[in-house]
């Protein structure tokens, strides 16, 4: 819980302060992306922060989308679609023209909106960075917007960084700062007075307020203050292990070295029975009752590792020898379940092809044209009527005939195959467990062949307008709106 989900607070509570209302953030580097209405990719924080401000995501709100491919290398999204793979020096070249997308994009929203709030990344100060910086304070001078930092205390050294932070920077942007926020709190507010008196006496500026350490994806909270917000990427996952329990359905989600759109488990890691574990090591995959291989922006490097690891080899023999145990492939993991993976293009890796688990009969080729799109379908098992949304490069094919999983509305194509017994299964499609009553009716079928009753109660539909509105109450009550209204006005 850092900076995105204070600006998601801001935008819902700007929202009901009666303001039209938008975030932005003009570069993000991230996995963990969204698909708008429009077909155009983008950071799924953003996306969430303009669902706060009751808003449909645009790719306007977060112009350039940085997808780390490797570890020198990356792909650029610029306005929803990707312009290409690109190292840091290719990159910084290219930021001369990707400034001016960007504020054209800054633009377009000052046309419709009251109140912009815009979200920076990483640090202001990185000297290493300032000179070819198109996100943080550059984009507030074009802006003529006011600045606060926000500064994590859950980590030790929030007022060095924070006077730190002031320090490096010029004359010129130090006036821009107005203040700051304390962020992830835990404990007895009155222990900081002395640390928050003498960052407003050493700085000159104000601590605008203090917010307590919440979960922001479920579990346990401290103070009970549980909301649920779907985290920015995956260094969240660091803090979503959980130990397997001998009741209940045991779901384990391979934690790739490349993994994309991990948020597609949070559903199913919110059921009550449920104990979802990431795993990055071949022996946590002991006693899984589902095997998830999920996306990865890397598919190749990310099936070399499985292979590496060992994890290759424990899913094969898991599912030869523990026969209720069933194994999913999402996107990038789907393909990873068949028998080969062409990338001739070179579109995501330097290796041109490798052959998969052999599991399912598909093989799959890259194509530089990537499909983006929010989708619709039927699962054709049971004809479950589901969303889900499509971010891939890969077009897969059978080489033999093969049961689909599912049927796309209103285009005349399938989606997914399955092994004959049903326990193998991959898809294309993000996000299918967050329908309801899909996921109902899979974990219904796991609970049936393991021997579980169905619970009492069940995963619900989860409101995430519900959680918004915590989320703002909590922050208004911990911090000085009034002020904040002043710093907006530019009265300070």
């Known amino acids: ?19 039209k209302v938008c975030p932005f953030k003009a570069q993000n580097m991230s996995l963990n992306s969204f698909v708008t209405k429009e077909g155009g990719e983008m950071g799924r924080a953003q996306a969430v922060q303009a669902q706060a ?39 910084n070249e290219y930021k001369k023209i990707a400034i001016k997308k960007v504020l054209d994009s800054f633009c377009r929203l000052k046309k419709q909106y009251e109140i912009i709030v815009i979200e920076g990344a990483g640090s202001p100060a990185e000297i290493n960075l300032r000179k070819d910086d198109i996100v943080n304070m550059k984009i507030a001078e074009a802006a003529h ?16 960084s924070l006077v730190g932070t002031l320090a490096l920077l010029q004359a010129q942007e130090r006036k821009r700062i107005k203040g700051f926020i304390i962020n992830k709190f835990r404990g007895d507010k009155r222990l900081l007075k002395k640390g928050l008196s003498f960052l407003e006496k050493k700085t000159g500026k104000p601590v605008l307020g203090v917010i307590p350490y919440f979960s922001a994806a479920g579990g ?24 397997r329990r001998s009741k209940g359905v045991n779901i384990a989600v391979i934690k790739l070295p490349y993994t994309s759109n991990f948020t597609d488990f949070d559903a199913l890691e919110n059921e009550p029975d449920v104990r ?6 071949k022996k946590q995959l002991d006693g899984a009752d589902i095997v998830i291989i999920p996306g990865t922006k890397n598919t190749i490097a990310d099936l070399l590792w499985l292979k590496k690891s060992g994890i290759a080899e424990k899913i094969l023999s898991t599912i030869d020898y523990r026969l209720s145990t069933i194994l999913i492939g999402i996107c990038g993991g789907y393909q990873m379940l068949g028998k080969v993976i062409y990338d001739s293009g070179k579109v995501e890796s330097i290796q041109k092809e490798i052959e998969g688990l052999g599991l399912l009969p598909i093989i799959t080729t890259f194509k530089s044209e990537k499909i983006l799109s929010q989708t619709q379908a039927f699962e ?23 049961s689909p999983m599912f049927r796309i509305k209103g285009a ?20 299918i467990f967050d329908n309801v009553e899909f996921r109902r009716h899979f974990l219904n079928r796991v609970r049936s062949t393991i021997g579980l009753k169905q619970p009492a109660v069940q995963g619900g539909c989860f409101n995430l307008e519900n959680e918004f509105d915590k989320l703002a109450s909590l922050v208004r009550k911990n911090i000085d709106l009034k002020l904040l209204y002043k710093i907006l006005n530019h009265e300070l």
């Open 1 to 19: 819980m850092g900076k995105s989900v204070i600006v998601t607070a801001l935008c819902r509570i700007f929202l009901q302060d009666g303001f």
């Open 145 to 160: 917007a006011p600045v606060i930092l926000v500064g994590d205390i859950d980590k030790g050294g929030v007022f060095a």
């Open 276 to 281: 979802l574990t990431y795993v990055d090591d």
């Open 220 to 243: 346990s909270a401290y103070g009970g203050n549980n909301i649920i917000i779907p985290e920015e990427d995956s260094v969240a996952l660091e803090d979503k292990k959980q130990k």
């Open 53 to 91: 401000a009751r808003l449909q995501p645009h790719v306007d709100m977060n112009p350039i989308l940085i997808k780390p491919a490797g570890d020198v290398k990356a792909q650029i999204i610029l306005h929803g679609k990707p312009v290409g793979n690109m190292r840091v020096k290719k990159y």
């Open 412 to 431: 005349k194509r399938l989606d997914g195959i399955q092994s004959g017994d049903g326990r193998i299964w991959g898809t294309y499609l993000h996000g």
């Open 380 to 402: 054709i098992k049971t004809g479950i009527e589901l969303k889900g949304y499509e971010i891939h490069h890969g077009r897969t094919i059978s080489l033999e005939p093969c």
